[in-house]
């Protein structure tokens, strides 16, 4: 499974941008994790091919959405309203049989304030 990882950039605080990530299929989750520099990636939200069902984090809870192009396996996420701490890289991962296997390279996200 590959996974290529786009988006990420400069935004100012309150500023939105939307991050892509196209998987050469689909996995039994699709989700983004972030890394800010000195702390521990975590979990921002998932996309359950599936269903179609969604969960987030609770930072993420009513700033960002995670969808899909119904077209191709592309997974979305929209992130608004945006703060500084929100820094960081950004990495999609498909989760198969209980484990996250696979990653993709991740973007940067740059949020000034």
């Known amino acids: 499974v590959q996974l290529q990882a786009s988006g990420g950039g400069l935004v100012q605080a309150g500023g939105s941008l939307r991050l892509s990530c196209v998987a050469s299929?689909?996995?039994?989750?699709l989700g983004w994790f972030r890394q800010a520099p000195g702390k521990e990636r975590e979990f921002v939200a998932g996309f359950y091919w599936t269903d179609g069902s969604t969960h987030y984090a609770d930072s993420a809870k009513g700033r960002f959405t995670i969808s899909r192009d119904n077209a191709e396996n592309t997974v979305y996420l929209q992130m608004n309203s945006l703060k500084p701490e929100d820094t960081a890289v950004y990495y999609c991962?498909?989760?198969?049989?209980?484990?996250?296997?696979?990653w993709g390279q991740g973007t940067q996200l740059t949020v000034s304030s």
């Open positions: 299929s689909r996995s039994y989750i």
């Open positions: 991962a498909a989760q198969y049989f209980g484990d996250y296997r696979y």
